[in-house]
Nanobody, 128 residues
Framework: QVQLVESGGGSVQAGGSLRLSCAASGYTPSSYCMGWFRQAPGKEREGVAGIYRGGGSTYYADSVKGRFTISQDNAKTTLYLQMNSLKPEDTGMYYC?????????????????????WGQGTQVTVSS
C-alpha cells in the first residue's frame, strides 16, 4: 500500500522560504515518478514540480522556475520541495503525488490525472 505523508507547510511573509517534505512508504521509490501539486481555493489543482524515477529528470511550472527545487533523499523515501522567494500567489494546499507508469512523463508530469497516489496535503500561506 503506497502511502504519502506531507509536512512542512506554514505561514510566511512574501520573500520567505519553506521546505516541504513527503514521506513515502509501501513501494520502491526509485521506480516511481513523483510530483508536487498545489490547489488554491476556487482553482484547479496545478502541477508545481515533478521528478522522474529516481531523480533522472526534474520539471517545473514556469511560475516557480528558479525559485522552487524538487529533490529526494539518497534512499528516495522522502521527496522535498524547497520553496524560496515565496509570493502571495504561491498560497494553497500542496500535495505530493506518485505513480509508477506515466507515459511521456516530460509532457504529462503536470497532469494530476496521471498520478494514482496522493498525500493529504499541507497548507502554505504567503502574506504580502
Amino acid at each position: 500500500q503506497v502511502q504519502l505523508v506531507e509536512s512542512g507547510g506554514g505561514s510566511v511573509q512574501a520573500g520567505g522560504s519553506l521546505r516541504l517534505s513527503c514521506a513515502a512508504s509501501g513501494y520502491t521509490p526509485s521506480s516511481y515518478c513523483m510530483g508536487w501539486f498545489r490547489q488554491a481555493p476556487g482553482k484547479e489543482r496545478e502541477g508545481v514540480a515533478g521528478i522522474y524515477r529516481g531523480g533522472g529528470s526534474t520539471y517545473y511550472a514556469d511560475s516557480v522556475k528558479g525559485r522552487f527545487t524538487i529533490s529526494q533523499d539518497n534512499a528516495k523515501t522522502t521527496l522535498y520541495l524547497q520553496m524560496n522567494s515565496l509570493k502571495p500567489e504561491d498560497t494553497g494546499m500542496y500535495y505530493c503525488a506518485a505513480d509508477r507508469f506515466i507515459p511521456t512523463y516530460g509532457l504529462t508530469w503536470h497532469n494530476p490525472n496521471a498520478y494514482g497516489y496522493w498525500g493529504q496535503g499541507t497548507q502554505v500561506t504567503v502574506s504580502s
